[in-house]
C-alpha cells in the first residue's frame, strides 16, 4: 500500500470564477493543462535552476501554461474540514462550499462573490477558513459555522461569515497583514512535549504577522466574542438594521526587534526554560548571575524574511502589557479632558483646518507594540525566507527560501536539522500519520510526513521528517496549490474533541482546473530501512489473518494453508507471533499445531545455518565441525517450540483417555461413613440453585486453545502455570482430573504425565477442588476416586513437610524435591500427622474453600472423604500405638503421649462433623430464600443470592434474621400471617399456614437464638423501610414495615428500631418537607416538593400520615421501654472470625427517648399532615409553636432541650384552637352524602379509618396535648356535624363532654335556624297555623336566631324533631331553653 491522492470535489463553473476574479481572464474554458515535462528525463544541478537565463524551450511552456496559473495570484484557503473554500485576490472575495449530488459525488459551487475593499487601493493579502465548533445537543461534534478570517494591506482585520455578511472588523496595526494563522486544540496525548518530557494541551490561539509585529489572540476569548458577534449580525439583518456596532479585541502585540522584513510567521506556543538551560544562559553571561527558581513563561514565536533569514522571538508574559494599556489609557483622558479647550481653540484660529479621515482616527487608536527580543536566528544575507509552517508537534517547522531550498528547522534549539535542494518556490505542508489501533498498545504511534509541491517541476513528493526517505511522489502538473490549513477547528476542549464528527484533513492540494485533492498516507511507510523486513512481515501477518478469519468454525484448519505466509516471513519475532496468534484460535486442532510447530523449527534452523555460513565465510576462518552458534530469538523460539510440543502431547493424551468407555459399577460407601448415615445424608435434597454456573461442553472442555492459555511458556523450557482465576483453575481441573473420576484413569498415569509441568500437591488440590465444586449433581460413584486423588496428594504434602521444602500455594515456583507426587514407602505417615497443630493446615485449607461454595452436593461429598480420610488415619494410630506406654513412645520416636495423639485427630472429625452440619443449616437457608410464599407479588426487590457456609461465618451475628428479613421483602409478606404462623408453631398446633409457609418451621428450629419472633420483626421492618428508601413512591412497603414494628412484643428492641428508622430514613425528608410548608403556607406543589422531598404532593399526604401511624408506635415503645436485651449467639456458629454487630444488638444500645420532646415531634407531624390532607392555605404552621419549642424541633430524640411550659401563652392557644377548628371543618366536609351515612333503621354508615372520622379524635389528642379545652373543641365539632344534618353523629360526640349542657343549647340554636328557615320557605297557610299555634316569645325568639348560617337547610322535619327530641331530654340546666326546646320540639311533630 502507497500514498494516493483522493478527489475530494471539483470547483463548478470555473470559468465564471476566473472571469471574477481577473476580469482580464481569456474567455476560452481550458480545463486541461498542457504538461510537456518528462517524469523520467534528466533535471540536472538543482543549483542550475537559480540561474535566471531560460532556455527557448521553458519561455515557450511558460506562455502555454500562463492561463493555468491564475492561482499564483490569489489566497486560497480551506477549512480543515473540506467543506468551505475562499479565494481571493485584490479587492475581491468568492466563497465556494461542497453540495452533493444525487450520484454521490460532489462539486464546489459559488456561495458568495464579492468585493470586500473599504478603502481605496485596498486587497487582500491573507486568508483563512476556521470553523468553529457548535455547543448545541443536537449538533454536537459538528462546526456550528465556519468564519473566514480576511487580512488587508491597510492593517485591517475583518471576519465575514459563509454568507459574506461582515462579522467582525478591526485594524490591529498600521502595516501591511502579512500572514494571519490559527492555533486550535490538541489533546496532550498528542504527540506536545516540554523540554522534560511531559505531555502539554495546545492552547488556541489566531496570530496576525505584520511587517514589524505580531498580534497575539486568546483563541478562547475569540470563540465567544465570535459567537456573539454573530447572533448580533443575525439580529441586525432579521430588523433591517443597518448600524452595526462590533466589539473590538483584545489582543497581545510584540514587536519583533531586529527583524528586517518579515513574509510569514509560525506560533510555537508558551516555553518555560528548565533549569539547565537558565544555568547555560547565566554561566555565558557571567559568573554573578543568578537564576530564577520559578522561571518565566513566554510566548515563542519564529518569523522568516531577511536579516535574520530565520529568527526565534520570545515574548515575555508579564505586567508590561498591561501597564502599556494603562499609560495609552491614561494619556487619552487627558487628552480629552486638560486639551480640549486648546484644540477648540487651535480649530477656531486655524479656520481652514481639515476634518480627520477615518483611517487616521483609526491609526490614533492603535496600541504600541510590547517588544520582543530575539532568542537565536540563522543569518544569510543572500537568503530570503519566502514561508514557514510547523508540524503538529510543534517541535520542527519547514522554510523555504528564495535559493530553491527547503529547510527542517528545530523550533526550540533553532538548528537546522535537514536541507532539501532544487525546490523553487516550494510550497510546503504537514500530515501527520497514526499507527492502527491495537487493543495492547495504550497510545498509538504517530509519524510526520513532509508534504513539498515544486510548482516548477508540477511535482509533489513526500518525505519521512527528520531523517527519511522520500516515501511518494507524483506527477500533479504545474500551476497547482498546496493548502496547508495548520488548524482544526475553534472551540474544542477535552471532551468535545472526542465527539468531533467528520473528517479532519490536514493537506490539500487544488489544481488549476478545479479538482481539490486529499493527500493519503500508509502509517507503514513511516518504518525505515533496517524494519523494512517488519513491515514486509506485517503485510504477511496481515494476509494469514485473513486466511485465519475466512475458515469457519466448523471446518479443520488445513496447515499447508496457514504455513504459506508464515514460510514467507523474514524475522522471529514475526514467527513467534504468528504462532501465538495460530494457538489463539479454539477450531485449531493437536495434528495442525504440532505440524505448524515442527516446519518452524526446520525453518529456524536452517535459516540460523545460512547466516552462521555466511557470517563465518565473511571472516575467513572456519569455526570446525562443532554447532553452529544461534542467536538468542532464535534460541528463545526454538525452547518455546520445545515447551508447546510437550503441552500438545499432553493434551492429545488427555483427550484418548476421555474416548475411553468406562461400566457403571455399584460402589459401596460404607468405607465412608457408617450405614446409618448413607441414608440421611446423600439423599438429603440439596437442589438449590446455585448463583454461579460453570458448565463445559464436551467440545470446549478439551479445547487445545483453552489449555495453553493457562500455560507460561516465555521463560525457556520451564512451563509455569499463569496467575488462573477461580473458572479458569475448575477448566484445568476439568482437563486434569475428568479422565480419573469418569473414565476410571489411574492417578498414577496422570500423576506420570503432568511431571513435567512441576505443580504442587497444595495447587492441585485447589484444582480438583474447584472442578467438584463446578459439577452440578457430581455422582456418589465418584466418591472412592475422589478419596484416592486426595489422600495422594495429602501423602505428597506430609512428605514435602518432613523433607523441611517449603511449599508455595502458586504453581510458578519449583519444587524441592524432582517428584514429590511419589509416595515414599519408607515415609512414617503418622508421624508427619500427628507432628501438626490440632487444626491441620491441609484440612484446614479444605474446609475454607468449600465453605465459600454454594454446591452443597459436592461440598458434603468432598467432606465425606476428608472426614474418612481423617478416621482411617485414627484406626492407623490404633493400629500402631494399641496403649501409650513409654516404651511405645521412643519406639516410635515422637514427642507427644498417645492421648495427644488421640485428640488431635478426634478435633478433626469433630470439625468435619461440625462442617457438615453447618452445611445442613445453610442449605435450610437457602431453600427458605428460594422458596415463594406469595406468587403474584410485584415485588421490585432483586432476586435474593445463595449463601455460603462462610457468609454465615464472617458475617455480622444477626445474618440470618437479616437474611429472613429480605425473605419477607422478597414475598411482601403481611405481618399479621408470620405473626399468626409463628404463634401456631410455639404453641405446636397444626394449620395450614405450614404448608404454605415451607421451610421456615424447620429453619427456626436450625437457629432457635437467630431467628426469634421479635428478631425476625426488626429485621423484617427494617429492610422494608430500606427498600421504601429507595423506591419512596412505593408507601405501601412503609404500612408493612410499620405493621412488623408494632408487632415485636419487646419495647425496648421496638424503640431501639423505631428510633433507627427515624434517624436513618425519616428525620431528613420530614425536615425537608416541615420547612417546605412553612416557606410556602400551604400544600406544595409536586415540582418543589419532588425537588426537596423526592415525592410528588399526593404521595407526600400519604406518606405523612404513615409517620404519624409510625410517631405513635414510637411513643408507645416510649412507654413500653424495659431492660435490653441480652444477645446469644448459635452455639453451633459461634466463631471468632465474625464481624460487626446485629440489627438487634444496636438497637438495643439507645439510650431512651425524651418522651416530651417525642410527643412535641408528634403534635408538628400532625398539624403538618392536616394541611397536606385537607390542602390548607395561608398557614405558617411555627406561628402555633413558641421560640422555645421551634428550637427544639429535630433535635436529638434522646437529648432534653428546654421548650417551655405549654397553655401559658394565652393568644398561642387562641391560635392552636382556631386551627384545631379549621381541622374539624374540613373533617366535616369530607363526610359522605347524608342519604349514606344512616339508614332508616337510624344506623351510621361511616368507614371509622376515613378522614372524617379520624381527624376528630386526633384533633382532641393535640388538644389535649396543648392544654386546650377539649369541650370547646367538642362543641363546635358537633355544631359543625349539626349545622351540615349529620344529626346522629352529632349526638355521639355529647358524651364525650364534660359540660354536655353547652353541645345541647348549641344544637338548639342549630334547630331554632332550620325551623325558621322553614317558616320562610313555607306559603302563607302553613306560616298562620304555626304563628298560631306557637307563643309570641317563641315567635320572637325564632326570629332571633335566624341568621342564615347553616350549612344544609334541607334536612327532613323527622330528623330535627329526633333531635330536639334528644335536646329536650339531655338539656336541665336552663329552664328558659328548655322551655323553648319542647314548644319547638311539639311545632315539628305537628309537621311531621
Known sequence: MSCQLHLISKICNLLQLKQFLNP????????????????????????????????????????????????????????????????????????????????????????????????????????LCLPLISHKRSAEGAPEWTCIIVGFNTGYVRIYDETGTKVLDQMLHNESVMSVKCKTYIPPRYFTYSDHGIRREKTEELTVLYETVVVSLDGFGLFQTLRACKNRAAMAAATGSSDLELPPLSYKKWGLKGQGQATDHISVGQYSPNPFDQMQTASVAGFKERISSTPPTCSVFACTGDNPYIGVYHAMDGESYELLNNVTEVATKLLSVGAKKLMSWGASYFRKSEPQSEAEKTQSKITPATPSFRRHGIFDERRFGQSISISPSGTDAAVTDSLGRVLLVDTRKGIIRRMWKGYRQAQVGWMMVKERSSSRQQYRRHAFFLVIYAPKRGLLEIWLAANGPRVGAFNVGKGCRLIYPGCSMLGLNSSSYKLVKGKLFQCFLLKPDGELLDINIPFHLALSDANSKRAHDQQLMVLLKSALRAEDDNTQLSATDIWEPISKMKLTLSHRNALSKILSLKQITSDVALTIIQNIVKLVKTTNQKKALAAAASKGADDGDGDLPIDVECRMLLELCDSLKLLIEMHTTLRQWCQVESDTKVVDLSSLLPVDEVSSLLQTDFSVKSSRKVGFSADSQLNLCNFLVMFDTEHGHKIKLRLLNADEMAVLGQILFEPCLKYEIEFEKLRELVESLQLQPRYMLDLILRYYFSLQNPSTSYLPVLESIIYSLYTAHQEMEASGAPEEVSSTQEPATPDLLTPNPDFDHSSAFMTQSHEVSWWTHIRDQCESVTCFKSYLHIALVCRSICIKETNNLTNEFPDSSDDNKKEAGTCESGDELWEHLSVEVILWNLSIKHLEDVSKLNKLLKHKVNINCNSKSKELPNVTVKDIKTGNKGLVGELV????????????????????????????????????????????????????????????????????????????????????????????????????????????????????????????????????????????????????????????????????????????????????????????????????????????????????????????????????????????????????????????????????????????????????????????????????????????????????????????????????????????????????????????????????????????????????????????????GIAARDVPMTDTNSLLLHIVQGLHSTPKELRFAQELYSLTADRC
Open 24 to 127: 482580464n481572464t481569456a474567455q476560452t474554458n481550458t480545463t486541461d493543462t498542457a504538461d510537456f515535462s518528462d517524469w523520467n528525463e534528466d533535471w540536472g544541478d538543482p543549483q542550475d535552476e537559480t540561474s535566471p537565463s531560460q532556455s527557448p524551450f521553458d519561455t515557450q511552456l511558460e506562455e502555454a501554461n500562463k492561463e493555468d496559473d491564475w492561482l499564483s495570484d490569489c489566497e486560497v484557503s480551506v477549512s480543515s474540514l473540506g467543506e468551505i473554500i475562499t479565494i481571493g485576490r485584490k479587492d475581491k472575495l468568492a466563497v465556494l462550499q461542497i453540495n452533493y449530488e444525487g450520484s454521490g459525488s460532489t462539486i464546489l459551487t459559488i456561495l458568495w462573490k464579492g468585493v470586500v475593499a473599504e478603502y481605496a487601493r485596498e486587497a487582500v493579502t491573507s486568508v
Open 965 to 1348: 428479613g429480605r425473605w419477607c421483602l422478597s414475598n411482601q409478606l403481611p405481618a399479621a400471617d408470620l405473626l399468626k404462623y409463628d404463634t401456631d408453631l410455639d404453641n405446636n398446633s397444626d394449620t395450614a399456614e405450614k404448608d404454605v409457609m415451607g421451610p421456615y418451621g424447620e429453619l427456626r428450629k436450625a437457629f432457635p437464638i437467630s431467628l426469634t419472633p421479635d428478631t425476625v420483626y426488626a429485621n423484617a421492618s427494617w429492610e422494608f423501610v430500606s427498600h421504601w428508601n429507595k423506591d419512596t413512591s412505593s408507601i405501601y412497603l412503609l404500612k408493612f414495615a410499620l405493621d412488623y414494628l408494632a408487632c415485636i412484643a419487646n419495647g425496648c428492641l421496638r424503640h431501639g428500631i423505631c428510633l433507627m428508622i427515624w434517624n436513618t430514613y425519616l428525620l431528613k425528608k420530614v425536615s425537608a418537607l416541615v420547612s417546605l410548608v412553612e416557606k410556602v403556607g400551604k400544600t406544595p406543589k409536586d415540582r418543589l416538593c419532588v425537588k426537596e422531598v423526592g415525592m410528588d404532593t399526593a404521595t407526600t399526604a400519604e406518606f405523612m400520615t404513615v409517620v404519624c401511624d409510625y410517631m405513635e408506635i414510637f411513643l408507645q415503645a416510649n412507654c413500653d421501654f424495659s431492660e435490653p436485651l441480652i444477645y446469644k449467639e448459635e452455639p453451633r456458629w459461634a466463631s471468632e472470625d465474625t464481624t460487626g454487630h446485629s440489627l438487634v444488638q444496636m438497637a438495643c444500645q439507645w439510650k431512651e427517648t425524651n418522651y416530651r420532646l417525642l410527643k412535641h415531634h408528634s403534635n408538628l407531624l400532625s398539624l403538618v399532615t392536616a394541611i397536606l390532607t385537607f390542602n390548607m392555605k395561608s398557614v405558617k404552621i411555627m406561628t402555633l409553636f413558641d421560640h422555645n419549642g421551634q428550637a427544639a424541633f429535630f433535635q436529638q430524640l434522646t437529648s432534653h432541650p428546654y421548650m417551655g411550659i405549654e397553655g401559658k401563652d394565652d393568644l398561642m392557644s387562641v391560635h392552636r384552637t382556631e386551627f384545631l377548628c379549621r381541622i374539624l371543618l374540613n373533617s366535616v366536609e369530607r363526610l359522605p352524602d347524608r342519604a349514606t351515612v344512616q339508614t332508616a333503621s337510624r344506623q351510621i354508615r361511616v368507614d371509622p379509618t376515613s378522614d372524617a372520622m379520624r381527624w376528630p379524635e386526633i384533633v382532641m389528642k393535640l388538644a389535649e396535648s396543648f392544654l386546650l379545652d377539649t369541650d370547646h373543641l367538642r362543641k363546635h365539632h358537633v355544631s359543625l356535624l349539626v349545622s351540615h344534618g349529620y344529626d346522629l353523629l352529632a349526638l355521639e360526640v355529647v358524651p364525650f363532654m364534660k359540660n354536655s349542657q353547652l353541645a345541647y343549647v348549641s344544637m338548639l340554636e342549630l334547630c331554632a335556624q332550620r325551623f325558621s328557615h322553614f317558616m320562610l320557605e313555607s306559603n302563607q297557610e302553613t306560616l298562620t297555623e304555626i304563628t298560631s299555634a306557637a307563643s309570641p316569645a317563641l315567635i320572637n325568639w325564632l326570629n332571633e336566631r335566624y341568621t342564615g
